[in-house]
């Protein structure tokens, strides 16, 4: 779990070890001087000058033995005590910091990470105020989460690596504990006169992953005036490194959704160039998919995957060439096409079964031939067939004379239980309005 867990756990240990030494010294003077006396009384020809020893001696001697024994079982007894109590008192913190560290890793979203990671700081060495401070594009610390009073005034301002105790922290990669700031050479005042808020202690560790320090998390006057421990230290850093993990984590998710997005808008543009009669058809499916996935109170995992899906369901189209495109032939092609294309990519690949299926019939016939039909098809594909179908016949991009709603929803009954998914359908036309298709 990392170099500061070890030194915890030594800690602990040393603590320990300091306890059972001290009884070990006194249960050893105890059987020394047992055996003194015994040799005495019992033996004393093994050790002839023993006899020697005047009565008054012995009796110091077994009253100091009596005496020693009693406060090695007081201290036998207090050593018990102690132990259970630092090894559960170590076993709680350590809890708390596994279930700490695994609410971290879980965590999506980077900027309710950066304030999970704040708020526990605060709360493990109750601090008044703090800050986490990442390196940014300029290379620069900025202030991405901030404590206290007046903090607001510091977000997204910006400190030099090297200037200041964070910017020390950053460039060295050493933590920086001190619980007087006048006895601290790199402390600056300046974000003091800024905010006004008066700095009196500080706790300073590095962001640190393999590839280096990405920001440092600054934590100010323990409340109730007391120190700064070697024990806050260490459980920060610890919770410093695994922060550090998340932090990369969650902007390498953030990094790929966008370019997640960003290539289905540059796909959607292409094809919608590609087809003008048939710009916005994507996005619209999209919408009607949507409108059935929440009528089916489907989970939110699904939705954004149908609603990928419904947004790439012609993709396929972007092989095709376009004097072939309304060769019967050739478009009952696209759905395959389009499957091919986005299996290879990894955040697509989960929808490329639907892309393959969307036109598929629910009786099993359509294309492209499989031994599917019913609920054996996937539920995101039924869907998006349906979607398609009412865009289809109500766009009038799509039909010179488009269908009314009524007409469509008609169409769409008629079908139901052969072309479509009569449950899919029934859910779709007690929502669907006026409004939800212009």
């Known amino acids: 779990m990392g170099e500061t867990y070890e030194e915890n756990k030594n800690t602990v240990i040393q603590e320990v070890r300091k306890k059972v030494t001290t009884l070990n010294i006194i ?58 109590r630092i090894m559960s008192d170590y076993s709680v913190r350590l809890e708390r910091m596994l279930n700490i560290t695994r609410d971290l890793r879980e965590e999506i979203y980077g900027d ?27 290379l620069d610390l900025e202030f991405k989460i901030v404590r206290g009073e007046r903090a607001s005034q510091l977000l997204g301002t910006t400190v030099p690596i090297g200037k200041g105790v964070s910017g020390w922290v950053a460039r060295e990669g050493k933590p920086v504990r001190c619980n007087n700031v006048k006895d601290e050479k790199h402390f600056s005042p300046e974000v003091d006169a800024l905010t006004g808020y008066e700095t009196k202690s500080i706790l300073c560790v590095p962001l640190k992953t393999r590839d ?53 808008d540059m796909l959607l543009e292409t094809i919608d160039f590609q087809q003008p009669e048939k710009r916005g058809h ?9 409108i059935i996935a929440k009528s089916l109170d489907l989970p939110e995992d699904v939705k954004k995957q149908l609603y990928m899906a419904s947004l790439l369901h012609d993709v396929g189209f972007l092989r095709i060439n376009l004097d072939e495109a309304y060769n019967k032939e050739v478009y009952m092609q696209h759905p395959v096409i389009g499957y091919e294309m986005i299996k290879p990519i990894t955040f697509y690949a989960g929808i490329a079964p639907f892309i393959l299926y969307h036109h598929l019939r629910y009786d099993g016939y359509g294309y492209p031939s499989a031994d599917l039909k019913g609920e054996e098809i996937p539920l995101e594909a039924r869907i998006i067939a349906i979607a398609e179908a009412f865009d289809a016949m109500t766009s009038p991009l799509s039909y010179k004379v488009p269908m009314s709603i009524d007409a469509a929803v008609e169409e769409l009954r008629e079908k139901s239980g052969s072309q479509f998914d009569t449950r899919l359908v029934d ?12």
Do not use: C, W
Request: net charge neutral; aromatic share 10%.
């Open 282 to 290: 994507a996005r619209r499916v999209a919408r009607y998919s949507n």
């Open 212 to 264: 280096g320090v990405i920001g440092v998390l600054e934590l100010l006057n323990k409340t109730g005036g007391f120190p700064y421990r070697q024990r806050d230290e260490e459980i920060i850093s610890y919770l410093a490194a695994q922060a550090a993990i998340s932090i990369l984590k969650t902007k390498f998710a953030e990094d790929q959704k966008n370019y997640e997005i960003h290539l289905t």
């Open 27 to 84: 249960v050893t003077v105890v059987i020394f001087s047992l055996f003194f006396v015994l040799v005495r009384y019992a033996l004393p020809n093994l050790v002839p000058f023993v006899k020697y020893i005047p009565e008054i001696s012995i009796s110091i001697i077994v009253s100091i033995v009596f005496f020693l024994a009693v406060l090695g079982l007081y201290l036998s007894i207090r050593l018990s005590r102690e132990t259970v």
């Open 427 to 438: 859910a779709f036309v007690a929502e669907i309005t006026t409004e939800q298709i212009k």
């Open 112 to 138: 309710i990470l950066l304030e999970k990671i704040m708020d526990y700081s605060l709360d493990i060495t109750r601090s008044e105020a703090g800050s986490l401070l990442l390196i940014n594009d300029n």
